[in-house]
């Protein structure tokens, strides 16, 4: 499977943005999807995971109510929607793929494949 991300850029505290991940070479609707992310210097955390088919999602505490996840199976896309955004949210975006865990996991070791990140900048 090959992840595409896409959709970072910079934007102002308060804002939004919604990233894309696309999938090709597999059968996307088999495989949980996450997202992560990680700044210089720090480890890469966990962001977000959606299920196979969508019906579970989970979130790290610093974005629930704010970040959602989503998929769309038909268009092989793994979606984050990011609302009122914080300069702490500054960093690269990873998506990931995780062919094994039944609904989704938040541990980056169970993920199997990964996109290339896209940066997500939010200025004070």
């Known amino acids: 499977v090959q992840l595409q991300a896409s959709g970072g850029g910079l934007v102002e505290a308060g804002g939004s943005l919604r990233l894309s991940c696309a999938a090709s070479?597999?059968?996307?609707?088999?495989?949980?999807a996450g997202w992560f992310r990680q700044v210089p210097g720090k480890e890469r955390e966990f962001v977000a995971a959606v299920a196979r088919r969508g019906s579970s999602t989970g979130y790290a505490d610093s974005v629930k109510g704010r970040f959602t996840i989503s998929r769309d199976n038909a268009k092989t896309t793994v979606y984050l929607q990011m609302n009122n955004l914080k300069p702490e949210d500054t960093a690269v975006y990873y998506c990931?793929?995780?062919?094994?865990?039944?609904?989704?996991?938040?541990?980056?070791?169970?993920?199997?494949?990964w996109g290339q990140g896209t940066l997500v900048t939010v200025s004070s």
């Open positions: 990931a793929a995780d062919r094994n865990t039944l609904y989704y996991s938040a541990h980056s070791f169970e993920y199997d494949y």
């Open positions: 070479g597999g059968t996307f609707s088999s495989y949980a």
